[in-house]
């Protein structure tokens, strides 16, 4: 505890807290429920009531880490800045990690991250394609994301790549085309991909719905989770996934990527692990 401050024995002491300063997107992916869910409206938590937050947690909790669990921590930038102004002006000693989108990051803004205790930044990177960002709806082109990784880089956060197998148009050309974006802006970590999977009311949703993929009472009957195999079939997809993750870890070439990959591919084979 700081400034003697003593924390209540009756309180649990945590090493970490997640927290969510902001709801909502302004961006309409057509993967994403976001957008529909929150009709693309984004509001915010004040910076004072958030670093507030984030004290009573370090004083009463002991908290050192945090994760900023927003859609988009930085989608107003000087409301960024403040929060880390706050953070700093109160002396917080604290490490933490937030996700952003490539066109909302500048230079200022990440300094006072990176002062104010941010060591990751994750971005939805989702495809090195050009073609398929756009089909998409992305609102990113290859050098916003070229752009976003060289700037967090030199802020000196580690920028951590999100990306995604299966949106229409994939092929093992734009599996390479995605290897080769990765080993040119070498995230931090880019080592799991996930395969597109079809929520309510996207436009991915519409276009499955068209091709006979599903229905609108689908949900009303069952809950599994319904990838998009409007292209490709499942078997089909996690060999294009296998294709990207092993590119990956050939480009890191380090002893732990190979483990990671080869984890992650017994236990994609044995979910009961």
């Given at each position: 505890p700081r400034a003697g401050l003593s924390t209540p024995s009756s309180l649990p002491r945590v090493s970490s807290a997640a927290i969510i300063t902001s709801r909502g997107c302004p961006h309409d992916c057509a993967f994403c429920s976001a957008s529909k869910f929150w009709k693309r409206k984004w509001r915010a938590r004040s910076a004072e009531n958030v670093v507030s937050e984030i004290e009573s947690l370090y004083d009463r909790h002991g908290v050192r880490n945090f994760i900023f669990f927003d859609d988009n921590f930085t989608v107003r930038k000087s409301r960024a800045i403040d929060i880390c102004r706050g953070i700093v002006d109160r002396k917080l000693k604290i490490k933490y990690a937030a996700s952003s989108h490539v066109t909302h990051v500048n230079e200022e803004m990440l300094h006072w991250m990176k002062r104010s205790g941010c060591y990751r930044i994750d971005f939805g990177v989702e495809s090195g394609s050009a073609a398929i960002l756009d089909r998409v709806d992305k609102s990113q082109t290859l050098d916003d994301i070229r752009r976003a990784f060289r700037l967090?880089?030199?802020?000196?956060?580690?920028?951590?790549?999100?990306?995604?197998?299966?949106?229409?148009?994939?092929?093992?050309?734009?599996?390479?085309?995605t290897i080769a974006l990765m080993q040119e802006i070498r995230p931090y970590d880019s080592?799991?991909?996930?395969l597109l999977w079809v929520l309510p009311d996207t436009e991915i949703?519409?276009?499955?719905?068209?091709?006979?993929?599903?229905?609108?009472?689908?949900?009303?009957?069952?809950?599994?989770?319904?990838?998009?195999?409007?292209?490709?079939?499942?078997?089909?997809?996690?060999?294009?996934?296998?294709?990207?993750?092993?590119?990956?870890m050939e480009i890191d070439g380090t002893v732990r990527a190979r483990v990671e990959y080869w984890a992650r591919k017994i236990f994609s084979k044995h979910p009961v692990l």
């Open positions: 967090v880089k030199n802020a000196g956060i580690k920028p951590r790549a999100f990306l995604m197998v299966g949106n229409p148009g994939e092929s093992e050309r734009t599996i390479r085309e080592s799991s991909a996930n949703y519409k276009i499955a719905k068209e091709k006979g993929l599903l229905t609108d009472d689908f949900w009303l009957q069952r809950d599994d989770m319904v990838f998009f195999t409007c292209e490709h079939s499942v078997k089909e997809l996690e060999r294009l996934k296998d294709q990207l993750l092993r590119g990956i």
